[in-house]
């Protein structure tokens, strides 16, 4: 297929063809290139290309389910043609966001596999860091034909990855069978110029996905209170079904929007290093000399052993953070020594000015502990949160 003897993608050829006929859109919709997706998705896999598919859809129109399952699909394929040596499809194959994807792709292990990009956040496209992690991501896709390392990223309309040439735009969804319908586009390059070309339209049975959850967890899990046999029906197929593990972990996702007030998760990663270096400088405040660079240098030590992509701007508030903690640590110990200072002057002064001045210093100790325990606290709310919610890759 293709010019002369020259072989070419079954995508492309097609999109050509229609492109170069003017084939109407409402002629190509008509076209089923199911058995031809698939036979394409192998063919890459057997040719040691990439797949990196992009699927858009409304919200609740299981573009999410969709992805996980194309992406099982492709585990299946890589198995089968010897690409990568045995391992299991689940949960770790799943990013839940970019955030996530970012740091299994940061894992030097991470190699021979494909990976699901559940959601597009939106709300990790504002704040610091955003254009390092942007560029950073930009990287990863540039590296995984190294890495051989197949994408599928779900979201209602953006593209996840620049490098994505097969677009999936869901339109309709049978709950009762359990498939999904969607337009198969191809992203063409002629002239200079890109844009989507149909190619016809894909279905996909995820019955066999879904159907432990969708038939024998869901209606428990959703329970507002659950008692403990609902409980114990979702704890034991949390363990026999990926699926089910995914969307329980989903839903959890949301709780830490809605519950834990976390709007971005990059949040959770700050905590944890601003938290090490408080601890590793706290013994510096009992002497002044501590300063901005030292911190700012912790900082980026700390980053840099766990895998945090930085920017000057990501820094400077870490920083911050930072060295609001220590000061206060400062004005802490510098209170403590005045404390003892005035016990040494007790008996040379009158009874109620000591008195007075006693008080005054221990209502200022007690107001900065106070304050420091709360900065602590909150900071370690969101260790504990990261710990609850963060899944480790495993390749």
Not at 1 to 19: C, H, I, P, Q
Not at 121 to 126: I, V
Request: with cysteine; net charge positive; hydrophobic share 35%.
């Amino acid at each position: 297929m293709g010019d002369e003897s020259f072989l070419t993608n079954k995508f492309y050829y097609y999109a050509r063809e229609y492109a170069e006929n003017l084939t109407k859109d409402h002629e190509i919709r008509n076209i089923n290139m199911t058995e031809e997706f698939w036979d394409e998705i192998e063919k890459e896999i057997t040719n040691d290309e990439l797949v990196n598919i992009n699927i858009n859809a409304k919200v609740r129109m299981s573009k999410s389910t969709t992805g996980i399952y194309i992406g099982s699909e492709v585990f299946k394929l890589l198995l089968k043609h010897k690409k990568r040596e045995g391992g299991k499809y689940g949960i770790y194959n799943i990013a839940r966001d970019e955030q996530e994807y970012s740091k299994m792709m940061r894992d030097p292990n991470t190699a021979y596999t494909v990976i699901v990009t559940d959601e597009i956040n939106q709300l990790e496209g504002t704040g610091e860091n955003v254009t390092v992690e942007r560029a950073l991501n930009n990287v990863f896709s540039n590296i995984h034909a190294a890495r051989y390392v197949h994408r599928v990223s779900c979201s209602p309309k953006d593209t996840a990855d620049p490098n994505a040439d097969i677009f999936l735009e869901v339109i309709s969804v049978d709950r009762v069978k359990k498939i999904t319908h969607a337009h198969l586009y191809y992203n063409m390059f002629k002239a200079g110029e890109e844009y989507l070309q149909l190619l016809g339209y894909v279905n996909f049975d995820v019955s066999g996905l879904i159907g432990v959850w969708d038939e024998k967890v869901k209606k428990h899990f959703l329970k507002e209170k659950k008692s403990s046999y609902d409980n114990r029906i979702v704890k034991q197929y949390r363990k026999e079904d990926f699926y089910t593990e995914y969307m329980c972990r989903k839903y959890e996702k949301m709780d830490l929007i809605t519950g834990e007030g976390i709007l971005r998760p990059r949040m959770l990663d700050y905590a944890d290093v601003v938290l090490k270096v408080i601890d590793r400088l706290r013994p510096l405040t009992r002497i002044n000399i501590l300063n901005k660079p030292t911190i700012r240098n912790f900082v980026k030590k700390f980053c840099r052993e766990n895998k945090i992509p930085t920017s000057i701007v990501g820094e400077e508030l870490m920083t911050q953070e930072v060295e609001g903690v220590l000061n206060l640590w400062k004005s802490y110990f510098k209170i403590t020594k005045q404390e003892q200072a005035l016990k040494k002057k007790k008996s040379k002064m009158d009874s109620w000015q000591y008195n007075s001045e006693l008080k005054l210093i221990q209502d200022i100790s007690k107001e900065l502990m106070e304050t420091i325990q709360a900065q602590i606290e909150e900071l370690e709310m969101y260790n504990k949160v990261k710990k609850k919610y963060e899944l480790k890759y495993n390749g």
